[in-house]
T-cell receptor
Framework: GAVVSQHPSWVICKSGTSVKIECRSL??????MFWYRQFPKQSLMLMAT?????????EQGVEKDKFLINHASLTLSTLTVTSAHPEDSSFYICSARVRGGRSLDTQYFGPGTRLTVL | DAKTTQPTSMDCAEGRAANLPCNHS???????VYWYRQIHSQGPQYIIH???NNETNEMASLIITEDRKSSTLILPHATLRDTAVYYCIVRFTLNDYKLSFGAGTTVTVRA
């Protein structure tokens, strides 16, 4: 099956610093990747759609200047949380879209990154 | 995308089949039914999807009613590792690639 990795798996940082999270599709090319955020005991919330070679599309209420997304290649998308604050502490999960064949359109998810901002 | 309704939680016995229902009464003809699950502190895992025919893979079976207003995910022989939150998602795949996650069903498999 399609494998998506994330790095780091967890990170602790001080308030005001920036944190970069990487999302990689390991065995396929992904023209579209997605970034989600999940707070404790809540469901996943889509933050943005990342398309290779173009600007990301952010969901309503998500600050694009705070959550910088770069999708520079067909296998890598990065999410940078700029000037992180404690309220940004969350579980960040990426997914990559697989096209073709019977799969039509399926998203495969990374294992997630736990961000804790002190 | 059509909204889905799932029970909040359910228990099942290890080794028995687990039948997870999902209502999607407003589903349109071009919308697919997807199932994902999320084991605690992990990313969601794709299980199966279908349009109107029943589907089966190595993980589960998906039974969609003839009117497509509801579906059932069947885990044929539940194990303790199947304990997770299961999400039923309905989406139109041709021009909108987003997945909208609801609250899902928390399934607990008991020994």
């Amino acid at each position: 099956g399609a494998v998506v990795s994330q790095h780091p798996s967890w990170v602790i940082c001080k308030s005001g610093t920036s944190v970069k999270i990487e999302c990689r599709s390991l065995d396929f090319q992904a023209t579209t990747m997605f970034w989600y955020r999940q707070f404790p005991k809540q469901s996943l919330m889509l933050m943005a759609t990342s398309n290779e070679g173009s600007k990301a599309t952010y969901e309503q209420g998500v600050e694009k200047d705070k959550f910088l997304i770069n999708h520079a290649s067909l296998t890598l998308s990065t999410l940078t949380v700029t000037s992180a604050h404690p309220e940004d502490s969350s579980f960040y999960i990426c997914s990559a879209r697989v096209r073709g064949g019977r799969s039509l359109d399926t998203q495969y998810f990374g294992p997630g990154t736990r961000l804790t901002v002190l | 995308d059509a909204k889905t309704t799932q029970p909040t939680s359910m228990d099942c016995a290890e080794g028995r089949a687990a039948n997870l229902p999902c209502n999607h009464s407003t589903i349109s003809g071009n919308e697919y039914v997807y199932w994902y699950r999320q084991i605690h502190s992990q990313g969601p895992q794709y299980i199966i999807h279908g349009l109107k025919n029943n589907e089966t893979n190595e993980m589960a079976s998906l039974i969609i009613t003839e009117d497509r207003k509801s579906s059932t995910l069947i885990l044929p022989h539940a194990t303790l590792r199947d304990t997770a939150v299961y999400y039923c998602i309905v989406r139109f795949t041709l021009n909108d690639y987003k997945l909208s996650f609801g609250a899902g069903t928390t399934v607990t498999v008991r020994a």
